[in-house]
Every structure is written in structure tokens, then in C-alpha cells.
């Protein structure tokens, strides 16, 4: 009885939590010198920050919001579907180990790109799937990727991935942050975020980190 109770109070306190209406600030997308930056929305950003950062050659994944127009936007005003953001991660990385496209391929294979404003059992517009670029030539390369997986029909119904020039990143509330490493018994972590992370191991032909 006392385990159980225990892992209710857990429960509830996450729930409060991702309920609070903290403000958030604006996360410089500026990458160190010798370094890139480039900005994924695919789904609870609980998991994707969690791919990203296994990963060879990414430094770090921050876990925020992208794509919508208010600012410093709270995890339940997102959660709300009103603000345009979706769930994203900034992943910072060294292009000299891995490149765009190398985290094009990542971002598209930990993921089901056709499930329009929805990730697993996770809906609303805030899930959407969104590939941001910086430049023409990101943009080429998401847009080739699209093509590729079109034409080899890797799945079965069509991509509804958005396509986005970089927009404001604002960081997620703290307790987000590599939350699938902090909270590997959490409900959700076990029963969605871990199960999504491990068939995207199974798949990904890149390489990875050790003990990823």
C-alpha cells in the first residue's frame, strides 16, 4: 500500500507540475564557433530530446517549444493548442562528427512522420511534426528526405511533416530537461517514451553513443 501511495504522490506531483504556468525565456540559437545548432519538433519532447542526445557527435539536447506565436509560452499554455508551438528540441552539435543530414535521417527515423498533429497517443497540434532549417540548403536536404522516404514507401501513408524556417526557441521549464535520464520510472517515460526510444535503436543505422 505504501509503494502505491508513493508512486501516486509521484504521479500527481509530475501532473501539477507540467500544469505550472512558469514563464519561459528565449533560447539563443547562436552555436559556439566550430559548432551547429538545428531544431526538431517530433512529438513529447521527453523522448525526442532523449534520441537526439544518444546520438555520436551531439553535444546536447534542450527540450522547449518552437513554431508558434506567443512569447515565453508555459508548458500548459502550449499543452492547450492555442499558441501555435509545438514540443521541439534545439540540438546542439559538433557537424564535424555528425551533419544535418545525418540528424535529418534521425529525426525522421525515431518518429511516424504521418500522423498529422499527433505523436503515438499524444494529440493535439503542439505534437505536430516539424523539420525547422536555417538556410536553402537545410531545407533541400529536409525536403530530399521527404522524397527519399516517399518513393521508397517506407510508410504506408504520407508524410504531413512540416517544413519551417527556424523561428523563436523557447526552453522548456527545468524539470524538463533530460527528464526520460531523471525520471526512468515515471508512467509515461515507461510506457511510451522508452518503448519509441527503443525501436528507433533497432532501426537507426548511425552510430551512437555507448551505453545509449
Keep these: 500500500m505504501k509503494i502505491k501511495l508513493a508512486s501516486l504522490v509521484v504521479v500527481l506531483f509530475t501532473i501539477l507540475s507540467c500544469n505550472s504556468n512558469a514563464q519561459t525565456k528565449k533560447l539563443s540559437l547562436e552555436p559556439k564557433k566550430g559548432k551547429a545548432v538545428a531544431v526538431f519538433a517530433s512529438g513529447c519532447f521527453w ?12 553535444e546536447e539536447a534542450v527540450s522547449g517549444y518552437s513554431g508558434g506565436n506567443v512569447k515565453n509560452p508555459s508548458y500548459e499554455l502550449v499543452g492547450s493548442n492555442r499558441t501555435g508551438h509545438a514540443e521541439a528540441v534545439a540540438v546542439f552539435y559538433d557537424p564535424k562528427v555528425v551533419s544535418f543530414k545525418e540528424l535529418v535521417d534521425v529525426f525522421f527515423a525515431s518518429q511516424d512522420p504521418t500522423t498529422p498533429n499527433q505523436q503515438g497517443p499524444d494529440k493535439g497540434s503542439s505534437y505536430r511534426s516539424i523539420a525547422f532549417y536555417k538556410n536553402a ?44 535520464k531523471n525520471n526512468p520510472n515515471q508512467p509515461y517515460v515507461k510506457g511510451v517514451s522508452i518503448p519509441r526510444y527503443n525501436k528507433f535503436k533497432k532501426t537507426y543505422k548511425g552510430k551512437l553513443k555507448p551505453k545509449s
Design 47 to 58: 523522448c525526442s530530446e532523449h534520441v537526439f542526445e544518444a546520438v555520436v557527435g551531439v
Design 137 to 180: 540548403v537545410e531545407k533541400k536536404i529536409i525536403e530530399d528526405k521527404i522524397k527519399e522516404l516517399t518513393a521508397n514507401k517506407v510508410f504506408a501513408n504520407p508524410i504531413v511533416t512540416e517544413v519551417k524556417a527556424v523561428s523563436d526557441f523557447y526552453e522548456a521549464e527545468a524539470y524538463h530537461q533530460d527528464y526520460v
